[in-house]
Every structure is written in structure tokens, then in C-alpha cells.
């Protein structure tokens, strides 16, 4: 079982910053890709980004390219998103998964493992 805790989250003017924290704990092998998704009512839930075991690959959905960074530490056993120039259309629960199997990163169903979600509210 791996447990994944976000922090990090808030209210922030279009325009500005966040930076959002994923802690793992208990079977934290860094073999994990680990992703970030997003989600608001009513719609399903949407890739943001993902980044390798080793961190040597990263991946971005178009809609964040060039705003959001993934990055993670395998020593620590937290990823983190920075996310820059922030718009009110990212405003949404930010959910941090790790996956293990083999398949498509940006399909949330091939991630096992969930953390409880951190709000992000961008204001215009």
C-alpha cells in the first residue's frame, strides 16, 4: 500500500503561483510513476502531468505545457507541481496518483494509488 498525502493548495489571482506537494508513505519504492490529475464537478477526472520513476522523463497534458513543472524527489518520497501563470480554468482539485503497472500515463484508471486532493481557486 502506498499512501499519498497533497498539500499546498489555495487561492490565487490569475497570473500567479502555486506549488503543490505530494508526500508518499509506506511501500514507496521509487519504481512508481507518479502523476498529477485534476478535477472539478461534474467532469471526469483530467491528466495534468506525470513523471517517470527516475524522474528522467516528464510529461505534460497541452493545456498546462510550459505553465506547470513536475518534479519529484525519490529520496524524500514527495512530487511536487509547480504551477506558474495560473489561469481560472485550472482552478480545481488537484489529486496526486502513483502507478505501477504498465500502460498509458495519462489514463488515470492504470494508477493505483490516490491521495485525498488539495483545492486549487484561481481568481480572475
Known amino acids: 500500500q502506498v499512501r499519498l498525502v497533497e498539500s499546498g493548495g489555495g487561492l490565487v489571482q490569475a497570473g500567479g503561483s502555486l506549488r503543490l506537494s505530494c508526500a508518499a508513505s509506506?511501500?514507496?519504492?521509487?519504481?512508481?510513476?507518479m502523476g498529477w490529475f485534476r478535477q472539478t464537478p461534474g467532469k471526469e477526472r483530467e491528466f495534468v502531468a506525470a513523471?517517470?520513476?527516475?524522474?528522467?522523463?516528464?510529461y505534460y497534458a497541452d493545456s498546462v505545457k510550459g505553465r506547470f513543472t513536475i518534479s519529484r524527489d525519490n529520496a524524500k518520497n514527495t512530487v511536487s507541481l509547480q504551477m506558474d501563470s495560473l489561469k481560472p480554468e485550472d482552478a480545481a482539485a488537484y489529486y496526486c496518483?502513483?502507478?505501477?503497472?504498465?500502460?498509458?500515463?495519462?489514463?488515470?484508471?492504470?494508477?493505483?494509488?490516490w491521495g485525498q486532493g488539495t483545492q486549487v481557486t484561481v481568481s480572475s
Open positions: 496518483a502513483a502507478k505501477l503497472i504498465s500502460g498509458a500515463y495519462y489514463f488515470p484508471h492504470n494508477y493505483a494509488y
Open positions: 509506506g511501500r514507496t519504492e521509487s519504481k512508481y510513476t
Open positions: 513523471i517517470s520513476s527516475i524522474g528522467g522523463s516528464t
